[in-house]
């Protein structure tokens, strides 16, 4: 199981890199960059390529809807340059409230978007000339849409790989079933190892029955808040406003995709008084009413050996990336925490 972690869009870049450069050394895999309504994932990843030998890069994620199919694998491809083949492309359709609200884009047709996305970067990669006739794309755009004068045409330089590996965010179970047929890696968010196979299970099996041998195992990246120790468990209440924030904020009352996820894991009432606290604007009060079950669920916080059940729950589950979130305020114990998970991974 590798171990990950994810920079914050909420401040302190450049003391991040610095704890990712240590981190790096104690064996640290992977480190990902959102890119919600923050400032671009891309810049960031750039600096962090550079400050870095070993571990590999992953957006987490870039919006589909806020690139041209084109500018995303050219993106990839130029971070994949920057990082001596070390980027992972991870893509998703975000939500409304962002793409309609903050880019002025309209949200529509995200399953049919992202495997015509991935069929067109991974032709880009191949140094093919992109010819694509689909739904949602087409390339090079047809002369009665446009002046006439557009041909097909292949990136100028040479991809240091190929086939980028391809990591998608997805919660429903379409876009997961797409997910683990496309994609060489899947990022689900609030992962309950104990209910994961009922509630993702046939649409994993739907997409792995369909998927292409050469793709290779399906990446399962989960992130994780972690804290180990003995006297910790006062920081899993630090989770709380996370959870409360997708739960009840992250979409409009019928169109929240964390809802439905928690409604999924058998948490309906919860949920429903969740987003009702939250959207009343009693973020505290939604924040009180995540069950602490759930939050146990999700995350690894308690003395070494509570967790060392939970990572063989994560690994039963099918987890293979934990994408952790230190609840360790000092950075030196944050390097301590990958060496502890290092030794009960082992």
């Known amino acids: 199981m590798r171990i990950g972690t994810q920079i914050s869009y909420s401040g302190g870049f450049a003391e ?74 991870g893509i998703g359709a975000s939500g409304p409230q962002v793409v309609e609200g903050f880019h002025g884009v309209r949200y529509d047709a995200p399953l049919g978007r992202t495997r015509e996305i991935v069929e067109i970067c991974r032709q880009v ?63 689900p968010i609030f992962f309950h190892p104990e209910r994961a196979s009922e509630v993702w299970g046939e649409a994993l099996a739907e997409g792995k029955a369909k998927r292409d041998p050469s793709l290779g195992e399906l990446d399962v990246a989960v992130g994780v808040p972690v804290a180990i120790g003995e006297d910790v468990g006062h920081m899993l209440d630090w989770v709380r406003p996370v959870v409360a924030l997708y739960v009840g904020g992250m979409g409009a009352r019928g169109k929240n995709f964390y809802n439905e996820l928690a409604c ?38 308690g003395p070494k050996g509570q967790v060392k059940e939970r990572l063989a729950a994560l690994r039963e589950a099918g987890v293979t990336t934990l994408q952790v979130t230190f609840l360790e305020p000092d950075p030196a114990r944050r390097v301590g925490v990958v060496s502890e998970l290092r030794e009960l991974l082992s």
């Open 16 to 89: 991040s890199v610095r704890d990712v450069v240590e981190l790096e050394k104690a064996g640290l895999d992977v480190v990902t960059i959102p890119e919600a309504y923050s400032f671009d994932a891309v810049s960031q990843l750039g600096y962090v390529a550079a400050k870095t030998e070993r571990v590999q890069l992953a957006s987490g994620i870039l919006q589909i809807y806020t690139r041209t199919p084109t500018l995303t694998a050219m993106t990839a491809a130029g971070l994949d340059f920057v990082s001596d083949g070390r980027f992972i492309l």
């Open 125 to 187: 990669w191949r140094r093919e000339r992109v010819v694509h006739d689909g739904k949602h794309y087409k390339i090079p755009l047809p002369a009665d849409q446009g002046t006439g004068l557009g041909k097909p045409l292949k990136i100028i330089n040479h991809p240091v790989r190929e086939r980028i590996p391809v990591q998608i965010a997805a919660i429903g179970p379409k876009n997961v079933a797409l997910t683990a047929e496309i994609a060489e890696g899947w990022q």
């Open 264 to 301: 999924r894991y058998g948490y309906e009432a919860e949920a429903k008084l969740i987003q009702d606290l939250y959207l009343d604007g009693k973020k505290d009060e939604a924040a009180a009413a995540v069950p602490a079950e759930l939050l146990r669920a999700i995350s690894l916080v």
